[in-house]
């Protein structure tokens, strides 16, 4: 967690969408004075219950939490051998090939370096060996994990459920994300999907996508500790022989890129760049330091520069209902990118969806705006527009009918859509420039003053309002001449 007092002013004024609740990962609990061990044991018993499911197709009990919390620790620990064996073998292999020059001025650094890769070397192979490895001793109740293995066996989680049940979910539904949302909300899951995204409880990305990579090899290591020899009739050891048989994906952004997809605030279409990504997007956002940076990442727009961010900041001239009596017309993107287009009379806006996990993850992007990213800040400088455009639920409405608006929030009366919108953007801080954005914003401004020069749009409200009551006089005077002509 962040010891800025930024960061900690936007912690104290919305606790609950960066504080984790369900899912609490090892980062959060280094970081977070209010955290103990314990709440990491708690949550680790609900990680191992879900990872024993996803293997053994059977919920954990209280009889059986102890073998979950005692197999997933296995996972991890090999898990953890496998990586570092293969880091220090690339470790020697540089040494090998480094210039003589290089090689002699680090000559006890690569001593140091070999002679740990022996060490895991030997213990790669050691565990690799055709003999069953020892059945392990059952951790005892609440006992808590090294530090050291407690990020594999969070990533473990992420990786062998928590990612492939949300990929399965969106297939399902053929991609409809109100529909994962309902699943999700009637298995009383939504905290968890909250925590997942949650700025001070990410994961680094390396260690995720190395477990990825590894967890097939690690779940083969393990069943030796399960053997079916041992155990004929173990249907924990059957379980596990049968899993780690199963064929598992090599490509991590097969279940980032729905992470993404869902996790985004703003729609998007089958021809976004997250469904068809090009090989340098692919590439770099893999090469993020977690999750949450992958999100931003995915949703910035791709032909903007650093170069852009900076200038002046151009505020959009009236909110929405009065944009549109000027003659500006909304039309929502659906790329899933922060990319704002003014184009006379349109004003182009990605669709912002309103859903239940939409302030926690806006929230935390724009810490992470605020925090790490030096350039860029396109998710704060979106609410920021969007708070000028969303005054009254008359505006609602109207961003509401074009389409801009929208998700299960975005059902009611409006009133939902603009506290949300007020309560996001209570955490952006000013000025925030985006040239981007800003040049469309000026454009739209000088089409708006353009048309209020006009007296018949400048004074349309009262023109309306007198056309009404010079209309409804006329009639009430016929209806008058009628009644008296007939009387008479």
């Not at 280094?30 to 191992?48: E, H």
């Not at 064929?247 to 985004?264: G, I, M, N, T, V």
């Not at 605030?265 to 993020?288: A, C, V």
Request: net charge positive; proline share 6%.
């Amino acid at each position: 967690m962040s010891t800025t007092r930024a960061y900690q002013r936007m912690r104290a004024e919305s606790r609950n969408e960066f504080e984790p609740k369900s899912i609490i990962f090892a980062p959060a609990i280094k970081a977070n004075d209010n955290f103990t061990p314990t709440d990491w044991v708690d949550s680790f018993a609900l990680r191992a219950g879900a990872v024993y499911h996803a293997i053994t197709k059977k919920p954990a009990t209280s009889k059986t939490i102890s073998e979950a919390k005692e197999l997933l620790t296995n996972i991890a620990e090999n898990c953890r051998d496998l990586i570092l064996a293969k880091h220090s073998a690339a470790a020697a292999a540089a040494a090998a090939e480094a210039p003589p020059e290089a090689a002699a001025a680090e000559a006890p650094r690569a001593a140091a370096a070999a002679a740990a890769a022996a060490t895991e070397t030997a213990t790669a192979a050691a565990a690799a060996a055709p003999e069953p490895a020892p059945t392990p001793t059952p951790a005892a109740e609440g006992e808590m994990i090294s530090d050291e293995l407690s990020e594999y066996a969070d990533a473990i989680y992420l990786v062998l459920v928590f990612l492939p049940d949300l990929k399965k979910l969106i297939e399902d539904s053929k991609a409809v994300r109100e529909a994962v949302d309902k699943f999700y909300e009637l298995n009383g899951r939504q905290e968890i999907i909250r925590d997942i995204v949650k700025y001070e409880n990410q994961l680094p990305l390396s260690t995720i996508t190395g477990v990825f990579k590894f967890v097939g090899k690690a779940i083969e290591k393990t069943k030796n500790a399960y053997s079916l020899d041992k155990n004929p009739i173990d249907p924990l050891a059957e379980s596990i022989d049968k899993y780690s048989k199963r064929s598992f994906s090599k490509d991590f952004y097969e279940l980032l890129h729905p992470f993404c997809w869902y996790y985004s605030p703003f729609s998007s279409s089958s021809s976004s760049k997250l469904k068809n990504p090009d090989t340098k997007f692919k590439r770099e956002i893999l090469q993020k330091n977690n999750l949450l940076e992958c999100l931003h990442y995915s949703i910035r727009p791709d032909t903007t520069t650093d170069e852009e961010v900076g200038g002046k900041v151009c505020h959009i001239p009236a909110a929405a209902k009065k944009l549109r009596r000027s003659g500006i017309r909304f039309l929502p993107r659906e790329e899933g990118t922060m990319r704002i287009k003014f184009e006379e009379p349109y004003l182009h806006i990605p669709a912002l969806v309103c859903d239940f996990k939409l302030e926690t993850v806006a929230k935390n992007l724009m810490a992470w705006e605020k925090l790490k990213c030096e350039g860029q800040k396109p998710v704060t400088r979106y609410f920021q527009l969007m708070n000028e455009l969303v005054q009254d639920v008359r505006d609602v409405r109207v961003m509401r009918k074009a389409g801009v608006l929208r998700g299960a929030a975005a059902k009611g009366r409006g009133l939902e859509e603009l506290a949300l919108v007020k309560r996001v953007d209570g955490n952006a801080y000013y000025p925030s420039v985006y040239l981007a954005v800003d040049g469309e914003v000026d454009k739209a401004r000088k089409f708006y003053d353009k048309r209020m020069k006009s007296f018949l749009v400048r004074n349309h409200p009262t023109l309306v309002w007198v056309s009404s009551v010079a209309a409804a006089s006329v009639i009430a005077t016929a209806i008058y001449a009628s009644r008296r002509k007939g009387v008479n």
